[in-house]
């Protein structure tokens, strides 16, 4: 597994800062256990390739001053520029696998619900991670949902997701997880069929009648 090689650095001011990330260097902070939070800085290049070498969850080993001992680290927050997206920022976390921590778990949809491969429905993801706190040994890298047996305007809640045991969601159950919803067009068309069909049982039934009548005669 890829190791996070950082450094420690000082505490500067936010022009210093924005100095390191032109030159290509990532600001980060490390919350060690017992010792509180260091802040620590690596070249950009490396940590996206460290952190784009696995998919889900983020735990990685972590170098701290090439001479000095080496963790297990979890990624707890990742700061984006408002605009352009691009990393200001990382949080780390100090772990051990009986440690019992809040971190956000990804989501990964597959499948498509027939409904949205035809064109009559719209699928919608709103949500892509949850936060659950559990030990890190029995931390899930990613929650699948599968999105093939949804029919047109169904939903996915987080209470019908299978949660790994030891693991504990802090959103709602009722949380909507992904929905399908029947396109505009689509609607008008199903009440133009239905009412079409309601016209031809009253003029079924009427012709009946009137054969019955006739009959009578």
Do not use: W
Request: aromatic share 2%; charged share 30%; proline share 6%.
């Amino acid at each position: 597994m890829s190791v996070i090689q950082v450094e420690t650095r000082p505490k500067t001011s936010s022009a210093e800062v924005q100095r390191l990330r032109k030159t290509g260097v990532l600001p980060m902070a490390l919350i060690e256990r017992g010792e509180g939070t260091r802040l620590i800085k690596a070249p950009v290049t490396h940590v996206r390739d460290v952190l784009g070498s696995k998919d889900g969850l983020k735990i990685f080993p972590l170098s701290l001053d090439a001479d000095s001992r080496e963790m297990n680290v979890v990624v707890k927050q990742i700061d984006r520029h408002a605009v352009s997206r691009k990393v200001t920022s990382i949080v780390l976390q100090e772990v051990a696998d009986d440690d019992t921590i809040k971190i956000p778990v990804p989501l990964r949809f597959e499948g498509k619900p027939v409904s949205c491969t035809t064109g009559v429905s719209s699928l919608m993801t709103p949500v892509y991670e949850i936060m659950v706190t559990a030990k890190v040994k029995d931390l899930p890298p990613l929650l699948t949902i599968q999105l093939g047996e949804m029919d047109e305007n169904d939903r996915i809640l987080l209470g019908d997701i299978a949660i790994p045991e030891g693991v504990t969601p802090l959103s709602s159950p009722e949380t909507v997880i992904a929905t399908t919803v029947i396109l505009r067009g689509m609607e008008e068309e199903e009440e133009e069929v239905e009412g079409e069909e309601g016209e031809e049982g009253e003029e079924g039934e009427g012709g009946e009648g009137g054969e019955e009548s006739s009959d009578s005669e």
